[in-house]
């Protein structure tokens, strides 16, 4: 499967998606670390892609998107923003209904995306 294709299904296949360096448990840079935190502070599962170990989609998913950094979180097939977003929606009390209504509408597995 060509990455693009790859990356488009992921965030079709997950309601609440993270590409981030490392994992929630490890994460591998404090941007991925706090965008991470902030969604388990949400109390919903999310999946993730470790990007560190997918050269490929680190490669293309910035241009896909058109969001040069990462992490990425994306809620419903549409990318919300990195950490600075996704911290500042948290503060001000937003984040936690859009993530409380995407897993309300779709059950979403709490596991790492098979990224192959």
């Not at 060509?2 to 360096?21: A, G, P, R, V, Y």
């Not at 680190?58 to 950094?69: D, G, H, Q, S």
């Not at 923003?81 to 597995?109: H, S």
């Amino acid at each position: 499967m060509e990455t693009l294709d790859k990356i488009k299904q992921q965030i079709t296949d997950n309601t609440i998606l993270l590409f981030m360096k490392g994992s929630p448990k490890f994460p591998s840079c404090g941007f991925s670390a706090q965008a991470s935190q902030a969604l388990i502070a949400c109390g919903e599962q999310f999946a993730f892609v470790d990007i560190l170990q997918h050269p490929d989609i680190r490669a293309e998913l910035p241009k896909y998107a058109n969001w040069p950094t990462f992490p990425q979180l994306w809620v419903d097939g549409e990318l919300v923003g990195g950490c600075d977003i996704i911290l500042e929606m948290f503060q001000r009390g937003e984040l936690q209904p859009l993530i409380k209504d995407a897993t309300a509408k779709n059950a979403v597995p709490d596991a790492e995306v098979d990224a192959k």
